[in-house]
């Protein structure tokens, strides 16, 4: 579990996130939502302390008090962070990134030279479960926007975390590939008992999806309940529209691509 206790984030003398007291529970789905400037990616961010708490505190279970740099740098390590912009190495194969996962686990001299064959399995298992492993070997830059943002999902799960973080995941997405990247999130959630905190701007998505929805307005937590509690007025008032949230479609997630096995992956070359 990580909890903030009555966290405030500053800009200058800006707050961007006022006073704040939130628990995150491991294998729940947390999805923020509000308007644009609301402070949702201020307080994902300050859930890794990339946004720095100018009070209160944040307590990780099994880490303790984030008060020094070698409780955060413990905690990041089990952090996955996912990017609206994918945030991958364009010229290199979609298993060089997903190693990237990797990292943390071993001193910077070890990451200069290949990590060993267990290493590879891990990144490999990890894109068999978003359905790439047969894209291992192919530079991440030939795969669609959805697939790209898979191997960001593969990349963060490769770090076996407790938290993942997903700052609009899908905002540069089709709506299919939208759905298909939020059911394996919350797939991986469930099965891994991962705490997962996503910003999205989609009510309908939000709804669909979140095991629970925390509405932010003007740095403030207005919200913090289930998906079924949310009218459409209290919906509507996040954004500061007149508009209701629109039913969600039915819909299954897309199928995963065919399997390839591990030993062609781990023999193969990869692309210059
Ligand atoms: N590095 C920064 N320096 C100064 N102000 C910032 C900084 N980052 C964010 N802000 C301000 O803090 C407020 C909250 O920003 P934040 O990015 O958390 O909102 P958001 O809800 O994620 O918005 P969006 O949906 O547009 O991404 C905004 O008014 C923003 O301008």
Redesign the pocket.
């Known amino acids: 579990m990580i909890q903030l206790h009555k966290v405030s984030v500053q800009?200058?003398s800006?707050t961007?996130l006022h006073s704040t007291t939130l628990a995150f529970v491991p294998g729940q789905f947390t999805v923020l939502l509000?308007?644009?400037?609301?402070?949702?990616?201020?307080?994902l961010r300050s859930l890794n302390l990339l946004a720095r708490p100018s009070a209160g505190h944040i307590t990780v279970d099994g880490v303790g008090e984030l008060d020094h740099a070698g409780r955060v740098h413990e905690h990041r390590k089990r952090t996955g962070m996912i990017f609206q912009q994918h945030q991958l190495i364009a010229r290199q194969s979609v298993l060089a990134n997903v190693l990237l996962g990797r990292i943390g686990y071993h001193p910077a001299w070890r990451t200069m030279f290949p990590l060993p064959y267990g290493e590879r399995r891990i990144a490999l298992e990890c894109l068999e479960r978003v359905g790439l492993l047969h894209k291992a070997l192919e530079r991440v830059d030939c795969l669609s926007g959805g697939q790209q943002q898979r191997v960001g999902i593969a990349r963060a799960l490769a770090q076996q975390p407790r938290l993942m973080l997903a700052d609009?995941p899908v905002a540069s997405l089709d709506p299919a590939s939208s759905r298909q990247v939020l059911a394996q999130l919350k797939r991986f959630c469930h099965e891994d008992g991962i705490t997962i905190v996503v910003?999205l701007?989609q009510v309908d998505l939000a709804c669909e999806y979140a095991d629970r929805i925390i509405g932010?307005s003007h740095?403030h937590v207005v919200f913090d309940s289930t998906p079924d509690a949310l009218t459409p007025v209290q919906a509507a008032a996040l954004y500061e529209q007149k508009t209701a949230p629109s039913e969600a479609p039915d819909h299954q997630a897309k199928p995963i691509e065919p399997k390839a096995t591990f030993v062609q992956l781990a023999t193969a070359k990869e692309p210059a």
Request: net charge neutral; glycine share 26%.
């Open positions: 800009y200058g800006f961007a509000g308007a644009s400037g609301a402070g949702k990616s201020t307080l609009e910003s701007h932010l740095g």
